[in-house]
Nanobody, 122 residues
Framework: QVQLVESGGGLVQPGGSLRLSCAAS????????MGWYRQAPGKERELVAV???????TDANSVKGRFTISRDNAKNTVYLQMNSLKPEDTAVYYC????????????????WGQGTLVTVSS
């Protein structure tokens, strides 16, 4: 079974920075795309950033220029460096992996992490 575990969330002041990590574990051969989504109170879950295995990235307009997504394929880990944080960035951030191929070449469409809370407040 493949699992995603996030870490790095917490409380930060406006203008501050946080670095989120998400490690995929299990019998994994490869992961096509990994990404970060977030859900603010009373809002629907939205895309923050995604990154392909080759390193191609897509960022939401609301975070472009402030957040940077990266990944380490050897560790099956994705990161989100968040700078110049704003109160509107407050949300539960969820890690996502899509197009997972297991060591037995079994394909798993998508797996979600449990979420980590990021609070931006004075």
């Amino acid at each position: 079974q493949v699992q995603l575990v996030e870490s790095g969330g917490g409380l930060v002041q406006p203008g501050g920075s946080l670095r989120l990590s998400c490690a995929a574990s299990g019998s994994i051969f490869s992961i096509n795309t990994m990404g970060w989504y977030r859900q603010a109170p009373g809002k629907e879950r939205e895309l923050v950033a995604v990154i392909s295995r080759s390193g191609s990235t897509t960022d939401a307009n609301s975070v472009k220029g402030r957040f940077t997504i990266s990944r380490d394929n050897a560790k099956n880990t994705v990161y989100l460096q968040m700078n110049s944080l704003k109160p509107e960035d407050t949300a539960v951030y969820y890690c996502n992996a899509e197009g997972i191929r297991t060591m037995t070449l079994y394909n798993i469409r998508e797996v979600w992490g449990q979420g980590t809370l990021v609070t931006v407040s004075s």
